[in-house]
Nanobody, 120 residues
Framework: QVQLVESGGGLVQPGGSLRLSCAAS????????MGWYRQAPGKQRELVAT???????NYADSVKGRFTISRDNAKNTVYLQMNSLKPEDTAVYYC??????????????WGQGTQVTVSS
């Protein structure tokens, strides 16, 4: 089992910044990737950013140049630095961890989510 706990969400004005943290615990060995997803009311959950165990990153086009995903392996923590926030970034942000068992099988773990609200 893997447990993921997010923190750092809150209310921020447009143009502001927030840093989200996700601490992983439990059976954390061989996690192949971690990332952040978000879900706004009435919309599907969407990928924001991911980082693999090898350090490769991937971002949604909507956040490229504004968000940065990083990790601290010693602390088993992944971060999402969010700059130049826009109202459309408002959503519940979920931490994700993926464990791959073979070429075609994997399992995703999810945190409880943290609310990010960007508003004047």
């Amino acid at each position: 089992q893997v447990q993921l706990v997010e923190s750092g969400g809150g209310l921020v004005q447009p143009g502001g910044s927030l840093r989200l943290s996700c601490a992983a615990s439990g059976s954390i060995f061989s996690l192949n990737a971690m990332g952040w997803y978000r879900q706004a009311p009435g919309k599907q959950r969407e990928l924001v950013a991911t980082i693999t165990s090898g350090g490769r990153t991937n971002y949604a086009d909507s956040v490229k140049g504004r968000f940065t995903i990083s990790r601290d392996n010693a602390k088993n923590t992944v971060y999402l630095q969010m700059n130049s926030l826009k109202p459309e970034d408002t959503a519940v942000y979920y931490c994700n961890a993926r464990k791959s068992y073979n070429i075609v099988q994997y399992y995703d773990y999810w945190g409880q989510g943290t609310q990010v609200t960007v508003s004047s």
